[in-house]
C-alpha cells in the first residue's frame, strides 16, 4: 500500500508537471523552431513578448476585457444575491436558477447566443461586446461566493446593529455589505482568472477585431509557432504560483479549499 | 430563526436592475438563438429570417449523431479516467504532513490556473514528433524513432483530464480531508489491511462524493471547446467545436443554433440527473 | 437613577406557520429589576425577549414601554440594548470600534465616543483594549465586550438572550455575579433569558417560569423554589419528590394507608386528586419505630455520599423512589437493603397544581 501511494503520488506529480517544464524549456529555446535536445538557450522570447507589437496589445486587451468584465459581473451579482437572501421574493429559487445558468451551459452556447445577438443589433465587433458577454457569463462566480457568503453570515449580527438603532440601510451600509467584501473579492478574482483565459465567446462575439491573449495563442498555434507563447505561458504560471505559495503563507490555504482545521493540527 | 424581510418597492428596483441585465444580455440572446435555428441559410453567406425546420432535420443526420456520440464517449472517459486517478490521490494527499500537502496542493492549483489554450499548446508538444516525450525516450534508447501522438483521440483525452483533474481533486479534498481519521483507524484494530480499508470502509463512505466528482468531469468536458481543437483531428472533434464551426467558418448559423439548443438540452439533462442522484443517494444516507 | 423601563406585555402570542412558540403571555414586569425568562427549550422564552425588542412581530397582543405601546416599532427605533445568544460581535470592527457603533451611527463627534467607550470599558474591567481585534479575545473578554456594547447608549431595558451558555462553568459563575452587581449599580431594567435555573435563581429579583409557550409562575426566587405554583415548576427548580394522593374531608391528603398533615393547603373537596411536592433536603431519614409528624415507611435502594452532601433514595411502595437529602452531619448510618422511615414536616409539604 505505502508503495501504490508513493507510485500514484509521483505519477501525478509527474502528469501534472510535465507541461510546466515543456513549456519552461521551450520558452528559453535558442532556436524558433522547437528541438529536443535544444540547441541554445536564451531569453529572447520573453523580450519578444514585450516588444512586439501584437502580443503587447493582446495582454492589454485581455487584461482591460477581465478587469472590466469582472467588476460588471459583481455588480450585477452583489444586489441579486442580496436581495435573494434577505428578502422573501416570490420565485427566488427560479430566478437563483436563472443567475447561475449561464455559467453551468456549455460556453458555446453563451458564445453562439451572444454572437447573434450582437449581430443583429448591427454592434457587432466590438470589446464592449465581448466585456458584457464575459460578465453574463462568469457572474455566477460572485453571485454563488456572495450567496454562501450572505448564508453563513451570523443572523444576529444585522439584528444586533439593530438593536443599537441603526436603520436597515444603515445596517447594511456599516455591517452587512463590509462583511460581503471578501466574498466580492473572491467572485471578482474568479471572474477575472477566467476571463483572462477564456476563448470561446470572446472568439464568436468579436474574434476578428478583438484578438485577446488566448485567440493570439489560438492563432499562432494554427498559422505559424513562436515559443513567445510558450513564454506567456510561463509568465501565467509563476503568477499563480506565487499568488498560491502567498495565500499559503498567510492565509490559510488549506481551509480555504475546505479542510477541516481541528483535524489539520492533529497532524506533525 | 431570522424571518426574510418583506420586500418593498425600492428592493424590487434593486433586484430588477441585475435581473433585467441577465434578461437584456443572456435571455433575450437565447431567445435569438431559438428564432436563428429556424431562420434560412442563405449558401456560402449569412442567414435571413424566416421559418423552416431544415437546420433541426440536421439533428438527425448521421454527422451530427457521430459527433453526440463522440462527445458522451469521451465525456464520460474522460470522468472514469479522472475519478480513479484523482480519488486514490487525493486521499493519500489529504493525509500527509503539512508541508508536502500543501506543496503539493499548490502544483494542482497551478495547473488549474493554466489556461485550455496552453494546456492544448503544452501537450501538442509533449506529444508531438519536434521537442516531446518520444524524443525523450529515443534520446534514452528506448525508442527507435520519434513519434506523434497528436492528433489523436488519446491526446484528446489526456488534454481533458489534465483540465479536469484539478478541479475533481478539489470537490473531493472537502470531504476527504474531513473523514475521520478515527474510522480508518478502528477498521485497522478489527484487523483489516489498509488496502482492504480502502477498498471496503474509504471507498463506500465516500460514494457520493465520488458520484458528484465522476459528473462533474462528465459535465465540464462535455462543454470544453479548445482540447478538442487543438489535439484532436476533425472525427475527434467535440460537439462545442463542431457548433463553433459550423457558426463561423461555414457560416451555418441556423445549424449551429439549433445544435446548440441540443446540447443546452442534453446539459440540463445529465444537471437534472446529476441532481436526481444526489437527492436519492442522501436520502439512502 | 429614576426607575424607567416598566414593561406590560398584553396577550401575547406568537406563531411560526404551524407552530404556536407563545400562546398567550400577560406580565407586568417591574422597572430597575433584573427578570429572568426561565424554561427548557422550546417553552418561548427567547420568542417572547425578541418580541421585547421587536425582532419578531407578535401574531397577537401588545408590548409596553413605560406606558408606551411600542408594538409597531422597529428595533432601531426601541430605546434597548441585547446582548445576543451567539454574542454577535462586529468581526470587523475592534473592540472600541464594537462599543462605539452605536455612537458612531449617531453622528456622536469622535473624542466623545472614544470616551465614553473607556468609561464602558473600565465598567466591564476590559480597560486598554479598545484596539484589540475581536478574533484575539477570550470567550468571557467577548461576553463582556458584548455588555458593554449593549450598554453604551443607556437604554431603557437591557435584554440578554442566553448570555452565559457559550462559557465554561466556572467562568459562567463568575459572570453571573458580576452582571448581577453590574445591574444593580445602573439600576436598569434587565430581561434575562436561561434555561440554567441556577442561573435565574442566582441574579434575578423576579422569576417567571415558561412551558410551552405559557406563564407556569412568576416570583421571587425562594418564593417559587419554595412554593412551586405546578409539578413542572416543582421539578424544574431543583428536584423534588413529588407525591400523589387524595384529599380526605379533614384537609388531609391520604396516600396508600397514611394520611399526611399539609400547612397552609388550598381548599380542597373530598376525594380530590392531590399532588405534593416535597423537596428532598425537607425529608429525613428516621430509624425510630413510630416517628412523629408526616412518615412513610420504606426500604433503601440506593445512597449517594458526595461528600458535601448525599442522598438516600427509598422504595416507598410510590411509582418513583423518594429522595432524602441532607448534609454529612445528618447522615444516619443507613445502606442498602434497610428499612427505614422518610419523615417530613406538614409545611414542606406543597399542594402543586398537577
Known amino acids: 500500500m505505502r508503495a501504490a501511494k508513493w507510485v500514484l503520488t509521483t505519477v501525478v506529480l509527474l502528469f501534472l508537471l510535465a507541461p510546466l517544464l515543456v513549456v519552461a524549456i521551450v520558452s528559453i529555446n535558442q532556436n524558433r523552431y522547437m528541438d529536443f535536445p535544444p540547441e541554445g538557450f536564451s531569453f529572447h522570447w520573453y523580450a519578444e513578448l514585450f516588444n512586439d507589437i501584437g502580443w503587447r496589445s493582446a495582454i492589454q486587451k485581455s487584461l482591460t476585457v477581465a478587469t472590466a468584465s469582472a467588476a460588471l459581473a459583481v455588480a450585477v451579482a452583489t444586489p441579486f444575491a442580496y436581495v435573494l437572501r434577505a428578502y422573501r421574493i416570490r420565485l427566488s429559487p427560479l430566478l437563483y436558477a436563472v443567475g447561475i445558468l449561464p455559467f453551468m451551459l456549455p460556453p458555446v452556447i453563451s458564445a453562439l447566443g451572444a454572437q447573434v445577438f450582437w449581430n443583429s443589433t448591427g454592434h457587432a465587433g466590438q470589446i464592449e461586446n465581448v466585456i458584457i458577454a464575459h460578465a453574463v457569463f462568469f457572474s455566477t462566480l460572485p453571485l454563488i461566493t456572495i450567496s454562501l457568503a450572505m448564508e453563513t453570515m451570523d443572523p444576529a449580527l444585522p439584528e444586533a446593529a439593530q438593536t443599537l438603532g441603526a436603520s436597515p440601510r444603515t445596517t447594511f451600509r456599516t455591517i452587512t455589505l463590509p462583511l460581503l467584501v471578501p466574498s466580492m473579492i473572491t467572485g471578482f478574482a474568479a471572474a477575472f482568472v477566467l476571463s483572462l483565459n477564456e476563448y470561446i465567446i470572446a472568439y464568436l462575439v468579436a474574434g476578428f477585431s478583438v484578438e485577446t491573449l488566448p485567440i493570439k495563442i489560438f492563432n499562432s498555434l494554427r498559422y505559424g509557432f513562436t515559443p513567445t507563447i510558450a513564454a506567456v505561458s510561463v509568465v501565467f504560471i509563476l503568477i499563480a504560483a506565487s499568488v498560491f505559495t502567498l495565500f499559503a503563507i498567510f492565509g490559510n490555504l488549506l481551509r480555504f479549499l475546505g479542510a477541516d482545521p481541528a483535524i489539520l493540527d492533529r497532524q506533525p | ?285 | ?354
Open chain 3, 1 to 354: 437613577m429614576e426607575a424607567r423601563g416598566g414593561l406590560k406585555l398584553q396577550g401575547l402570542v406568537k406563531r411560526f406557520g404551524e407552530v404556536t412558540a407563545v400562546a398567550g403571555v400577560d406580565l407586568e414586569l417591574p422597572a430597575g429589576r433584573l427578570i429572568s425568562f426561565l424554561g427548557p427549550s422550546g417553552c418561548g422564552k427567547t420568542t417572547l425577549l425578541r418580541m421585547i425588542a421587536g425582532l419578531e412581530t407578535p401574531t397577537k397582543g401588545r408590548v409596553f414601554l413605560d406606558g408606551e405601546d411600542i408594538t409597531d416599532r422597529a428595533p432601531h427605533t426601541r430605546d434597548i440594548g441585547m446582548v445576543f445568544q451567539t454574542l454577535a460581535l462586529f468581526p470587523h470592527l475592534s473592540v472600541g470600534g464594537n462599543i462605539g457603533y452605536g455612537l458612531r451611527i449617531r453622528d456622536v463627534p469622535k473624542d466623545q465616543v472614544s470616551g465614553r467607550v473607556e468609561e464602558l470599558l473600565a465598567l466591564v474591567s476590559l480597560e486598554g483594549l479598545a484596539d484589540r481585534r475581536i478574533s484575539q479575545l477570550s470567550g468571557g473578554q467577548r461576553q463582556r465586550v458584548a455588555t458593554a456594547r449593549a450598554l453604551a447608549l443607556q437604554p431603557r431595558l437591557f435584554l440578554l438572550d442566553e448570555p452565559l451558555s457559550a462559557l465554561d462553568a466556572n467562568l459562567r459563575e463568575q459572570l453571573q455575579v458580576e452582571l448581577r452587581l453590574l445591574q444593580q449599580k445602573l439600576g436598569i431594567t434587565t430581561i434575562m433569558v436561561t434555561h440554567d435555573q441556577r442561573e435565574a435563581l442566582t441574579m434575578s429579583d423576579l422569576v417567571v417560569v415558561m412551558q410551552a409557550g405559557r406563564v407556569e409562575q412568576v416570583g421571587e426566587p425562594l418564593a417559587v423554589y419554595r412554593r412551586p405554583a405546578t409539578a413542572f415548576v416543582a421539578r424544574f427548580i431543583g428536584s423534588t419528590n413529588l407525591l400523589e394522593g387524595r384529599a380526605t374531608a379533614s384537609g388531609r391528603v391520604r396516600l396508600m394507608d397514611r394520611e399526611l398533615d399539609v400547612t397552609d393547603a388550598p381548599p380542597m373537596t373530598e376525594g380530590e386528586r392531590v399532588v405534593l411536592s416535597v423537596r428532598p433536603e425537607e425529608a429525613h431519614l428516621s430509624v425510630a419505630d413510630r416517628p412523629a409528624g408526616n412518615a412513610l415507611p420504606g426500604t433503601v435502594v440506593f445512597v449517594r455520599d458526595l461528600g458535601e452532601f448525599f442522598e438516600c433514595y427509598v422504595d416507598c411502595g410510590l411509582p418513583d423512589p423518594v429522595v432524602v437529602a441532607g448534609s454529612p452531619r445528618e447522615r444516619v448510618g443507613v445502606s442498602q437493603g434497610d428499612r427505614v422511615t422518610v419523615q417530613f414536616p406538614p409545611e414542606a409539604c406543597v399542594v402543586v397544581r398537577a
Open chain 2, 1 to 285: 430563526m431570522t424571518e426574510r424581510r418583506k420586500p418593498t418597492r425600492g428592493t424590487y428596483l434593486v433586484l430588477g436592475v441585475p435581473l433585467a441585465f441577465l434578461g437584456v444580455f443572456f435571455l433575450l440572446p437565447f431567445g435569438i438563438m431559438v428564432a436563428t435555428s429556424f431562420y434560412h441559410r442563405i449558401p456560402g453567406g449569412f442567414y435571413e429570417a424566416g421559418f423552416e425546420l431544415a437546420s433541426w432535420r440536421r439533428l438527425f443526420s448521421g454527422v451530427f449523431l457521430e459527433r453526440t456520440g463522440f462527445s458522451l464517449l469521451i465525456s464520460l472517459l474522460a470522468g472514469g479516467v479522472c475519478i480513479v486517478v484523482a480519488f486514490p490521490f487525493t486521499y493519500f494527499l489529504s493525509r500527509m504532513r503539512r508541508r508536502p500537502h500543501v506543496a503539493l496542493l499548490i502544483v494542482v492549483m497551478s495547473a488549474l490556473s493554466l489556461s485550455e489554450v496552453i494546456v492544448g499548446f503544452t501537450w501538442s508538444v509533449l506529444l508531438g514528433r519536434a521537442a516531446g516525450l518520444s524524443n525523450i525516450m529515443v534520446w534514452l534508447g528506448l525508442m527507435d524513432e520519434a513519434r506523434a501522438y497528436q492528433p489523436g483521440f488519446l491526446a484528446v483525452l489526456l488534454g481533458l483530464c489534465y483540465i479536469a483533474f484539478p478541479y475533481c481533486v478539489l470537490t473531493l479534498y472537502p470531504s476527504l480531508s474531513r473523514l475521520d481519521r478515527e474510522v480508518t483507524e478502528a477498521a485497522q484494530t478489527l484487523g483489516a489491511s489498509p488496502w482492504r480499508t480502502f477498498w471496503t470502509v474509504v471507498v463506500p463512505i465516500s460514494r457520493p462524493i465520488i458520484m458528484a466528482g465522476f459528473l462533474l468531469v462528465f459535465v465540464f468536458t462535455l462543454g470544453s471547446y479548445l482540447i478538442s481543437a487543438i489535439l484532436g483531428r476533425p472525427e475527434h472533434w467535440t460537439l462545442s467545436v463542431f457548433i463553433s464551426d459550423q457558426a463561423s467558418f461555414n457560416a451555418n448559423v441556423p445549424f449551429a443554433a439549433a445544435m446548440a439548443l441540443f446540447l443546452t438540452v442534453l446539459s440540463l439533462a445529465m444537471v437534472g440527473i446529476v441532481m436526481l442522484i444526489e437527492s436519492r443517494t442522501r436520502g439512502a444516507a
